[in-house]
């Protein structure tokens, strides 16, 4: 499978809203609602931030949100603070043989 | 706690044999299929393979069919990553994460693989 398409990097200043998108296919993200986001700090392991598109783990902040229209999902956050600066990657399910792939990855920075 | 535990740093030579493991406990072990996540340095993420520890069913991503074997033994509730002959390119973060709801909801610490001469 080909990593899905996300933007190398995208920036907001505190209190404003970013949103990353994460495109695929029809055997991907668009096939199946099992999009999921994560979060990873430089040196850290990734952090579950969203699953099965829209749904926030516990612990998650509200600020957190997910979508998606077709091949492509999105991440939203909103009211960006300090901490939120990381490296996002999402990941689908990608059908027959339970496997899965991941994005490219999007530097978020807050400004 | 729920919580996976992987082995440490590693530093091996070309051509030498590898084995990484992750151990799982907080939770039911053979319940949760572990996967396996490459990192190459300042890259991004890469799934590799993952295993139902119960019946140790295996997947392997195609970029990584018959590179690596993932392996897990129950009776100790750890997962295994292996390479029987180690190249410069395996140079990488490897991670353990368990699966639930169709993403990896839990990760190990990540196991540094530094292949050199």
């Known amino acids: 499978q080909s990593a899905l398409t996300q933007p190398p990097s995208a920036s907001g200043s505190p209190g404003q809203s970013v949103t990353i998108s994460c495109t695929g296919t029809?055997?991907?993200?668009?096939?199946?609602?099992?999009v999921s986001w994560y979060q990873q700090h430089p040196g850290k392991a990734p952090k579950l931030m969203i699953y099965?598109?829209?749904k926030r783990p516990s612990g998650v902040p509200d600020r957190f949100s997910g979508s998606k229209s077709g091949n492509t999902a999105s991440l939203t956050v909103s009211g960006l603070q300090a901490e939120d600066e990381a490296d996002y990657y999402c990941n689908s399910y990608a059908g027959s043989s339970n496997l899965g792939v991941f994005g490219t990855g999007t530097k978020v920075t807050v400004l | 706690e729920v919580q996976l535990v992987q082995s440490g740093v590693e530093v091996k030579k070309p051509g030498e044999s590898l084995k990484i493991s992750c151990r799982a406990s907080?939770?039911?072990?053979?319940?949760?299929?572990i996967g396996w996540v490459r990192q190459m340095p300042g890259k991004g993420l890469e799934w590799m393979g993952i295993?139902?520890?119960?019946?140790?069913?295996?997947r392997y991503s195609p970029s990584f069919q018959g590179q690596v074997t993932i392996s897990a033994d129950k009776s100790i509730t750890t997962a295994y990553l292996q390479w029987s002959s180690l190249k410069a390119s395996d140079n990488a973060m490897y991670y353990c994460?368990?699966?639930?709801?169709?993403?990896?909801?839990?990760w190990g610490q990540g196991t540094m693989v530094t292949v050199s001469s």
């Open positions: 994460a368990r699966r639930n709801f169709w993403a990896f909801d839990i």
């Open positions: 029809s055997s991907d993200v668009g096939g199946y609602n099992y």
């Open positions: 295993i139902s520890p119960g019946d140790s069913n295996t």
């Open positions: 907080g939770y039911t072990f053979t319940s949760y299929w």
């Open positions: 099965e598109v829209t």
